[in-house]
Structure formats: structure tokens, C-alpha cells
């Protein structure tokens, strides 16, 4: 990678090769004697290679919809979810799929079509609040990074977040102007693009006078926490974004700050594995928290998952673009997942969220086994433990904000 960067290897199709099949999980970082910033590196090497290679006509107008098109957008990802979610509703996903239209699409898009979440009408997702007081005491002042995808197919998860830290004594502001982190255009070489989304979310929660700034989808906030290191070479940001990187919080690390862990929770009896985000364990070090929050519930069996930091095979995208590889990935982690006879696996980050999803999937035991995220079995507990039926934490958190 160093000899791509310096311009003394060719970045020809062998070394893109084995450039594009690398996960990014960093997994290497936490073991370097040396602290080598690997995804640092990885990023340049991506950004070399597509910066200066020909690539297919195909191929740059699929880059240019995703990167230029979509994601920087947050209306037109909330339209696009939004025809998803009518696609779902109407009747048009079982006719797909009855007839067998669903197959002419690529085996890894038709995977992950298949595992989707029941995704909310648009004018659900249009509708979200910018200030949530807290519940009892205000003990502290956050942000909430409600994301891209975290705020459209995963809304509930977002808004069961909100709620937890609503309950464990947060006020919450929720910066309208805000928008995606940009770790996919970062984790593809298109770092250019990841500064702009990077410096309008710096503006965004920058004239916000609060303690942290609060993330809830493991990549996202990795790539947040590494808004200084993207701008160590500009002059003019590097101060703004070193602020900024710093207010970055997990949502498991200041629950437990709060003692979340001792509202007496409970669940029913059932064993309980997790699944590590790789970018929440190796970009923020976030490793016990999660654990110790699912420990302290009551008549949940905790069973450490051998491996539980092996990635899962999604790393963002990966999973569609180098389909077959992550599914041997996936095999390993299934394999290593079935020792523990978990009937629930948790974890912190939405694609290993559908990845094990997939796993679930593809080894017949959906009517078995779940898959969730942290912040949903937490809330399950809550309402368990207090005997609360708040079966739709959207509209509550709608019916706040108004």
C-alpha cells in the first residue's frame, strides 16, 4: 500500500485485487506492536488506485449514483426507502417473489432483499424530532447522530436509542442539518467526497453546546471518532474536527456511564451471545460495554461466542461486492455461533445486524433464533422489567418532539 501511495508500485489489477478483497475490519490495528493505522492506510491505498485507474463505464456510473447521487442526500435515501417500504406493503415483494421475479437479480442482492426489516412509510421518516427532554433528572446534555440508513430502515432502532438515553437522564438535541457519516465513500476511496459530508456534519454539531455526541451503528461511529485523523493535513479543519471527534460516544459506553445497568432489568430466560462490531471494537475500543449491559439483565445467560471478534463478512458494502468471499466468512462465524446454542445474538452495527441475519437464514433456524440490535433488547427489557407496553417507540418519540 505504501508503494502505491508513494508511486512505486503499480496499482495494476493484482494489487487492486488484493486491495478490494481486504475487509477493512482493522482487526490488525489492536495487534500491531507498532499501532500501524491500517484503515488510515487502506483508505489512501483505495483512494490511489480509483483516483488514477480506468474504470469500466458501468462501473463510474455506479460509483457517481451511490456516492455523488444518494448517500450524500438524505431526502432522496428517505424516497428511496420509502419506495421500498411500498414495495413491501403492497403486495408487490410476495408477487415478486411468488412468481420468481426476485431470482433475475444477483444471488448477493437478492440475499440481502431477503433479510430486509419492515421498513416505515416516508411521511414516518420524514417526521423527526430535533429536542427530546429527559426523563427524571437531567444528568447530561448529548447530541444524537441519527445517521443515513440508521434513520430510515432502522427508525426504530434510532428511536428506541433516543429513549434509552431519554430514560437514563439525557436531554437530547438532534441537529436537523446533519447527514451521512461518509465511511462508505471513505472506505472506497473517494476521501474528497468524505470531507464535504465530514465538514457538514462538523457545522451541524459544532454550535451545539452539549457533553457527547451520541452514535449507535458501530462503523458510523468509528468513522465519526476519525474525523480528526481525515483532516490532519488541513490547517484550517483539523482544530473543528479534533473537537468534534472527540465528543464521539458509543451508546453502550455512556449508559454504563449512567448506570443503565443497575434500572433492573429483565428478560425472559434464554441464553444470549454477541456478535463485536468490528469497527466499534478496533476503531473505539469499545469491547466490555456491550457485555455488561446484556450481563446485568435478569434471566439472560450470557455465553462468550469463541471468535466473537472475528468479522462477520459484511464491512459495508463486502457483502454484495465480494458475495462469495463474505459468505465463507459468514460460515465461520455461524459455525462458531452454534456452540453456543444462543437463542438470541446481539450485536451493534446494522450490517452485521443483517449479515447475521443472512447466517440465521441460510442455516435454516430463523424460527429459532434472532438477531438484534443492543438498543432493541435493552428497550425490551425496560418495558419487561417495568411491565410498560410501548410495543411503538416512534410514535412516542414523535409525540415528544411536538
Given at each position: ?375 432493541d433488547f435493552l428497550i425490551e427489557s425496560f418495558r419487561l422489567s417495568n411491565n410498560e407496553q410501548l410495543p411503538n ?10
Amino acid at each position: 500500500m505504501k508503494g502505491v501511495i508513494d508511486g512505486i508500485i503499480e496499482p495494476d489489477e493484482e494489487v487492486k485485487r488484493s486491495i478490494d478483497l481486504c475487509l477493512g475490519c482493522r482487526a490488525c490495528e489492536p495487534a500491531c506492536p507498532s499501532g500501524v493505522n491500517f484503515g488510515q492506510l487502506l483508505e489512501q491505498a483505495r483512494e490511489a488506485i480509483y483516483q488514477t485507474k480506468e474504470l469500466s463505464l458501468v462501473h463510474r456510473l455506479t460509483r457517481k449514483v451511490v456516492f455523488e447521487g444518494l448517500f450524500p442526500h438524505q431526502n432522496r435515501l428517505i424516497n428511496l426507502a420509502g419506495l421500498t417500504s411500498f414495495y413491501q406493503k403492497s403486495g408487490l415483494q410476495y408477487i415478486t417473489r411468488k412468481i420468481g421475479l426476485i431470482n433475475f437479480l444477483p444471488k448477493s442482492l437478492t440475499s440481502m432483499e431477503s433479510i430486509l426489516p419492515e421498513i416505515p412509510k416516508r411521511k414516518v421518516m420524514k417526521k423527526r424530532p430535533e429536542h427530546l427532554p429527559a426523563i427524571n433528572k437531567r444528568k447530561k446534555k448529548v447530541a444524537f447522530f441519527s445517521g443515513c440508513l440508521m434513520d430510515t430502515i432502522f427508525l426504530s432502532t434510532n428511536d428506541a436509542t433516543m429513549k434509552l438515553l431519554q430514560l437514563a437522564g439525557c436531554e437530547i438535541v438532534i441537529p436537523k442539518s446533519q447527514g451521512c457519516c461518509g465511511a462508505l465513500h471513505g472506505h472506497s476511496g473517494e476521501r474528497n467526497h468524505a470531507k464535504d459530508m465530514a465538514k457538514k456534519n462538523i457545522i451541524a454539531f459544532e454550535k451545539e453546546n452539549i457533553d457527547y455526541i451520541i452514535t449507535n451503528a458501530g462503523g458510523c461511529g468509528a468513522f465519526l471518532y476519525d474525523y480528526e485523523t481525515l483532516f490532519k493535513n488541513d490547517p484550517e479543519w483539523k482544530s473543528r474536527a479534533r473537537y468534534f471527534s472527540r465528543k464521539i460516544k458509543d451508546i453502550s459506553s455512556i449508559l454504563m456511564d449512567l448506570d443503565f445497568k443497575n434500572f433492573n432489568l429483565e428478560m425472559e430466560d434464554q441464553i444470549v451471545t454477541y456478535q463485536d462490531s468490528c469497527h466499534l471494537k478496533n476503531g473505539q475500543h469499545i469491547f466490555d460495554e456491550p457485555r455488561e449491559l446484556i450481563k446485568s439483565i435478569k434471566g439472560v445467560t450470557y455465553i462468550e461466542m469463541d471468535d466473537a471478534s472475528h468479522c462477520c463478512g459484511s464491512a459495508g458494502i463486502y457483502n454484495i461486492i465480494e458475495h462469495e468471499m463474505s459468505m465463507k466468512i459468514l460460515d465461520y462465524k455461524m459455525n462458531k455461533y452454534k456452540e453456543t446454542k444462543a437463542r438470541t445474538i446481539i450485536t451493534s452495527n446494522p450490517g452485521c445486524l443483517l449479515q447475521m441475519q443472512l447466517g440465521v437464514k441460510r442455516e435454516g433456524l430463523e424460527d429459532n433464533v434472532r438477531v438484534v440490535h443492543l438498543v432493541d433488547f435493552l428497550i425490551e427489557s425496560f418495558r419487561l422489567s417495568n411491565n410498560e407496553q410501548l410495543p411503538n417507540y416512534t410514535d412516542s418519540i414523535i409525540e415528544q418532539s411536538q
